[in-house]
């Protein structure tokens, strides 16, 4: 089955940090970019990373450019995000998601919500 | 604030025809590259339903469909039904800063 589960979140203070995690079954997981999304409670979604199959290039959002880091590891179909120096603007539910060539987003995780609070 | 604007709510009734309007702030968004729409339901997570501004995904019914012209973009709902009621979000690439970014969203109520 096609599919991405993400995995780490929970309840973090402020200035902590955790790290998560995207389990990818069902495709080539090397062969495609890969991104993390995330929504805030009740607002829209936000895009946060992407990086190449490759792991050769990444970019983020100004919002967590220095404090988040993209990686994977393509041996384990996995994609990471680690996220230091965690703020109360940083709750919110990270959905992982595979980038096709069209600059677009085809499959989506269920998410996992991280808590930034005291 | 987005650089891509969409209303925040549309409405309508079983049967009707909706449409949803996505307009890019600056020419970096949205003219040389594609608009896609996600719909989001309650309490789930966003899934494709346009993409290259006009193509359907399998499974998506014809129900749905998008159009573009120059920085804006457009999603219309056919013939409404109750599992329509949504969050609707439009997404392109903004190529002058190397991110990808969304509309606001539009919460569809079917009345």
């Given at each position: 089955e096609?599919?991405?589960v993400?995995s ?6 402020p200035?902590?940090?955790l790290?998560?995690?995207c389990?990818a079954?069902?495709f080539t997981?090397s062969?495609y ?8 409670p009740?607002?829209g979604l936000?895009w946060?990373s ?6 050769d290039?990444?970019?983020?959002a ?5 404090r988040?880091?993209i990686s ?6 996995t994609?990471?995000?680690?996220m230091?120096?965690l703020?109360?603007e ?9 980038r096709?060539?069209g600059?677009?987003?085809?499959l ?10 005291s | ?11 309508g ?5 909706v449409?949803?309007?996505c ?5 970096s968004?949205?003219?040389t590259?594609?608009v ?7 309490g ?23 159009s573009k012209s120059?920085t804006s973009a457009?999603l219309?709902?056919?013939?409404l039904q109750?599992?329509?009621?949504a969050?609707?979000?439009c ?5 002058s800063?190397s ?8 919460k569809?109520t079917?009345l």
């Open positions: 096609v599919q991405l993400e780490g979140g929970g309840l973090v203070q200035g902590g940090s790290r998560l995690s389990v079954s069902g997981f062969s970019a890969m991104n993390w999304v995330r929504q805030a009740g607002k936000e946060v992407v990086i190449s199959g490759s792991a290039s990444t970019y983020y100004d919002s967590v450019k220095g988040f880091t994977r590891d393509n041996s384990k179909n994609l990471y995000l680690q230091n120096s703020r109360a940083d709750t919110a539910v990270y959905y992982c998601a595979k096709t060539s600059w677009y987003f085809d989506w995780g269920r998410g996992t919500l991280v808590t930034v609070s | 604030q987005s650089v891509l604007t969409q209303p925040p709510s549309v409405s009734a079983p049967g009707q025809r449409t949803i309007s307009t890019g702030s600056s020419p968004v949205g003219t590259y594609d896609h729409w996600y719909q989001q339901l309650p789930t997570a966003p899934k494709l339903l346009i993409y290259g501004n006009y193509n359907r995904p399998s499974g998506v019914p014809d129900r749905f469909s998008g120059g457009s219309a709902i056919s013939g109750a599992e329509d009621e969050d609707y979000y997404q392109s690439f903004d190529s800063r991110i990808w970014v969304f509309g606001g969203g539009t569809l079917v």
